[in-house]
């Protein structure tokens, strides 16, 4: 067996709920429920693994074409979450920080998810990024926008990353899509210029510490060239 490189900073697109619940003839808001379960399985398997950084995604701005039921249903479940989990988490050494848009979500949630930002900042563990009405191409418009409103009349790459909601956090060096698809999904399109990718057709709820393995396995074969030659 090859000897594993453990990624900095995995990038996960959460994906296969809804199928694996139809399957199983159960709701999508049951799938949703063992996908935040999975979720947080992964997050004491990354703390195992020595993985530092951790991004999911969670809801996209184009989620909200979904019935309002299920959106709605999906904005109690994290909130729930949040209220269940939040004083465990930090006691593992948990950092939560969302990404994302905030001004559509509900008020209450929005608390909650400051609340955990704050009461978690001193966590050192591992730091879980989780995308929240996210869209790639949204956070840089969004990034444009402070720029100009910071004043800037240009700007480097350097400069123009301080903008974006992943500020601060290296750029993701795997990110694993589950449940068959092979696109990114307008998920963090400036931050996967060069990460490596892997595709599964594992359904979320089904992807246990083994396909984390099987991903970090394919990770380590690869040689990552940032453009130049080795």
């Given at each position: 067996?090859?000897?594993?490189?453990?990624?900095?900073?995995?990038?996960?697109?959460?994906?296969?709920?809804?199928?694996?619940?139809?399957?199983?003839?159960?709701?999508?808001?049951?799938?949703?429920?063992?996908?935040?379960?999975?979720?947080?399985?992964?997050?004491?398997?990354?703390?195992?693994?020595?993985?530092?950084?951790?991004?999911?995604?969670?809801?996209?701005?184009?989620?909200?074409?979904?019935?309002?039921?299920?959106?709605?249903?999906?904005?109690?479940?994290?909130?729930?979450?949040?209220?269940?989990r939040k004083e465990e988490l930090i006691n593992k050494g948990v950092r939560i920080k969302f990404i994302g848009r905030r001004d559509r979500l509900p008020l209450g949630?929005?608390?909650?998810?400051?609340?955990?930002?704050?009461?978690?900042?001193?966590?050192?563990?591992?730091?879980?990024?989780?995308?929240?009405?996210?869209?790639?191409?949204?956070?840089?418009?969004?990034a444009v926008n402070k720029a100009i409103n910071a004043g800037l009349k240009s700007v480097d790459e350097v400069i123009f990353s301080t903008f974006l909601d992943l500020?601060?956090?290296?750029?993701?060096?795997?990110?694993?899509?589950?449940?068959?698809?092979?696109?990114?999904?307008?998920?963090?399109?400036?931050?996967?210029?060069?990460?490596?990718?892997?595709?599964?057709?594992?359904?979320?709820?089904?992807?246990?510490?083994?396909?984390?393995?099987?991903?970090?396995?394919?990770?380590?074969?690869?040689?990552?060239?940032?453009?130049?030659?080795?």
């Open positions: 067996m090859i000897s594993l490189k453990i990624p900095t900073h995995l990038a996960i697109i959460m994906d296969g709920n809804g199928r694996w619940a139809k399957e199983r003839g159960l709701s999508r808001i049951h799938g949703h429920y063992q996908g935040v379960k999975r979720a947080e399985e992964l997050v004491d398997i990354c703390l195992q693994l020595g993985i530092k950084y951790l991004t999911l995604f969670t809801f996209s701005t184009e989620n909200w074409k979904r019935p309002k039921e299920e959106i709605r249903a999906l904005f109690e479940l994290f909130e729930s979450y949040l209220k269940d949630l929005v608390s909650l998810m400051e609340e955990m930002e704050e009461e978690s900042k001193n966590c050192n563990g591992i730091f879980v990024c989780i995308a929240l009405d996210y869209g790639g191409r949204d956070d840089i418009v969004r500020d601060g956090i290296p750029d993701p060096d795997l990110l694993v899509r589950t449940a068959g698809e092979k696109r990114i999904s307008n998920f963090l399109l400036w931050n996967l210029a060069y990460t490596e990718l892997y595709f599964t057709d594992t359904y979320w709820p089904d992807f246990d510490k083994m396909e984390l393995l099987k991903a970090i396995e394919d990770y380590s074969k690869r040689v990552r060239k940032f453009g130049a030659v080795i």
